[in-house]
DNA sequence: GACGTCGATGTGCACGTTCACATCGAAGGT
DNA sequence: ACCTTCGATGTGAACGTGCACATCGACGTC
């Protein structure tokens, strides 16, 4: 085969420099760009780099810097639209950085399963990690077998040992809550996410501060699990006492899932019921009907948190300050409370 | 710190060695499941890594046995539910099996931006490679700069420098038109996915076949994006002159935004127009109507192609010989022909 | 009882890169 | 003219692991 390339191995930077008629170090040096390269000398490197395609040998590098260049990502439930589209801004921003991203998907919630995942990733030897599924008790798992490299997670814990985003979730839920009480409902039911995460804590805050806000009485909240499922069968069983004008979902599936239940036990939505979701994925708009919900830029999210997190690598301990605060979509699922006011419970 | 330790460094295989008083190969031999060792000797090896807290190092492994243990995934649109479930499932395939996977998404489908997340993957070292969005331009890029590992596409190409799951995405199609036709439609238009994607060809033909085998007349099919806001836009199109009376989408978000379009027309889904989409996303069931539409295991799918990967690296060349055929899911959003023809064109 | 076989373990080197240090010539200050 | 500084490059070692080969004792065979 190639005469510059002794035996079937792909070329080493020794290979390069027998070529370049120059050391070793001297290729290494040209790839690092260090300062103190004559433009001739590089030059010639460069060319004999190509000749050979040479490609430097990841391992090698990483084995002798011990840096892996890789950030990991800890997620869950990476199939749906929001921790999708995270995961490939975080790709997409890691790749600009020359990073690479690993993932690992919780298998199921229990603290075995988060370890497994986790460990998966330290295997890897990751410089860094997006925990994009917050939930409670992957930070849990977290502090009892710290992880030894920087973190962030998507949505801010509210604990000091990391660092977070500051996507005002709270904030989002409440102007969706209060959307609802301008239009004068005053029995509102908000169907929550899965207990354990802190994205459905956040949202269910903001349902309440606004609820109390407002000094309406409280419906107890519905956990859900944020599947359109889940709000297909939360949507039938809300219907058994109909005691409320007005359903928060704590994002879009269950706000879609809620409607059909809705429409089944021949109620209309907005005009008996109406129904706001969080999120604004991209069928939102085009479901019947429209789904009033609120805007998050999960895409956003995911590139602040490399960001972040590779300042945090570079040592500059740089604190997330600006926020985003989540926009709210007025579609067709709203309405004014209607006039007859639904039967209290009890 | 750990008087075994003797720097700062983490511990090598040598300090373990040292603490279970063997050679390092010997250790490294317990690593690596080595037959030849007392069960007593492995034992005491297994608890001088637990006491150190021993990691092996990927890197510096990878170096000796230039194997990376990494697959890569070349994604577009990774953002959808059918890619993100797909990578999803071989992110879990690859885990179990003990390898890494590294994602790529495509930035736009320039042969430029195609051939920069192949570069990507392959300064990774990569030992495989996943065809996860396939395009044309996607292959014609592959085979101009030959990666130089074994790749699977999702779908099948109809080449043979390369392994494909048979996911029969073209009977599937088939089906889902013949439905249309046996509820006795005569105008049928398909609104398809983008002319470079595989799978939008399969499920063209699919459809092309069924109108053929029913000598109906062919309404040229529209070129989409997959997703809703252009199954809108077509829709609004479409009704501009209402020559059909049922649309067969490429997948379920163009069908959703379809619907939506109609809807807004005035007219009824399926009473004036039937739809029928592709994928069965879990949103489908919930829309107004339910969604008829084509089921695929998109986890399955992900599943197979790390096992035929897999295999191949492993050197049996095994081809994929069972073939997944979707099935097709009736719901409310197709219903007989109206019995008054719609206006031919012309 | 000498010899081959095999199981269990040890020794040294190689992988491709970067780091610390060395070298060497030219420029610049006195 | 001498010493210092600095730019440009080279030399050797180290990173942590696996492989090829060596060693050494035990066992079975003729």
């Known amino acids: 085969m190639n005469p510059d390339s002794p035996k079937g191995r792909a070329p080493s930077i020794r290979d390069v420099a027998r070529l370049a008629e120059v050391s070793h170090q001297t290729v290494s040096r040209v790839l690092n760009d260090h300062p103190s390269i004559r433009p001739e000398t590089r030059d010639r490197v460069i060319a004999a780099m190509e000749t050979l395609q040479y490609r430097p040998n990841r391992a090698a590098r990483a084995l002798v ?83 030894g490299v920087p973190f962030v997670s ?33 029995e509102i039911v908000h169907l929550a996410g899965p207990q354990d995460w802190i994205e459905a804590e956040a949202r269910m805050r903001g349902f309440l501060d606004a609820i109390g806000d407002a000094e309406l009485d409280l419906h107890p909240p519905i956990l859900g699990d944020w599947s359109a499922d889940f709000g297909y069968f939360a949507g039938r069983e809300l219907l058994r006492h109909r005691d409320f004008t007005a359903v928060f979902a704590a994002n879009d599936q269950m706000a879609i899932g809620l409607m059909h239940a809705f429409r089944d036990g021949g109620l209309d939505v907005p005009g008996d019921i109406s129904v706001v979701g969080f999120d604004d994925i991209p069928v939102a708009q085009h479901v019947w009907p429209p789904l009033t919900t609120v805007y998050q830029d999960h895409r956003e999210s995911g590139r602040r948190a490399v960001a972040l997190l590779l300042n945090q690598l570079q040592g500059e301990r740089l604190l997330e300050v600006e926020q985003i605060v989540p926009r709210l979509v007025v579609r067709g699922s709203t309405a004014e409370a209607p006039v007859s006011k639904p039967v209290t419970r009890a």
């Open 65 to 147: 810097t011990s840096r892996s260049h890789t950030i990991g990502v800890l997620a869950a439930t990476s199939t749906e639209y929001g921790p999708a589209t995270s995961i490939a801004a975080i790709e997409d921003a890691a790749r600009e950085h020359g990073y690479y991203v690993n993932t690992a998907n919780i298998a199921d919630s229990s603290p075995e399963g988060i370890a497994d995942a986790l460990e998966h990733l330290m295997l890897q030897a990751i410089e860094g990690l997006v925990v994009i599924a917050p939930q409670v008790r992957v930070f849990e798992v977290l502090a009892s077998s710290p992880v």
């Open 154 to 186: 998507l949505q801010s814990t509210g604990r000091s040992d990391h660092l977070a985003l500051s996507v005002d979730q709270v904030t989002g839920a409440r102007r969706a809550t209060q959307h609802l009480i301008n239009l004068g409902h005053r």
